[in-house]
């Protein structure tokens, strides 16, 4: 079996090559990410009260994600653009840090999941960004897909 068909974004040389989704059906499609920014009891003290120094670093996390999301075929190299329908982050302040949800949808040929993933890492680079002044052992972790519905394989959802 050559390494084209094994793998969908190599061609049958093994070079990388965008998927032609030309002949797949447009169908409604989301997908929700989620990731975690550790982070000091004194960060989480000062984010609750909005004293961090460099202001509102939720605000600012929340727009980084939804630009970032926008931007996901300039930073993934084989990520089609798509018409991105809407985008969702939320960041919850929690005692060991930030949790970040995105969601995504669209409604298109193909899913949403990089988007939602990109948007949850560069809303993470963005909290981070404003808090490693006060905190510069922040640390970001479990960057996930969460749920995708849609398209030729429907719904999936991670266990635990």
Do not use: Y
């Amino acid at each position: 079996m050559s390494m084209g068909s094994e793998f969908t974004h190599l061609d049958s040389s093994g070079a990388a090559r965008m998927v032609d989704v030309s002949a797949k059906n447009v169908s409604a499609r989301t997908a929700t990410a989620a990731g975690f920014v550790r982070l000091s009891a004194r960060t989480v003290e000062l984010l609750r009260a909005g004293d961090v120094p460099k202001g509102d670093a939720i605000a600012v996390a929340r727009i980084a994600g939804i630009m970032a999301a926008k931007r996901t075929p300039d930073l993934v190299p084989l990520c089609h653009p798509i018409a991105l329908h809407g985008v969702e982050v939320a960041l919850e302040i929690e005692d060991g840090g930030v949790a970040i949800t995105a969601q995504t949808r669209t409604a298109d040929r193909t899913g949403v999941e990089m988007e939602a993933l990109t948007s949850v890492t560069a809303a993470a680079l963005a909290l981070v960004d404003m808090v490693k002044a006060v905190d510069p052992a922040a640390v970001i972790t479990d960057v996930r897909v969460l749920e995708k519905t849609g398209g030729k394989t429907g719904t999936w959802h991670r266990d635990a």
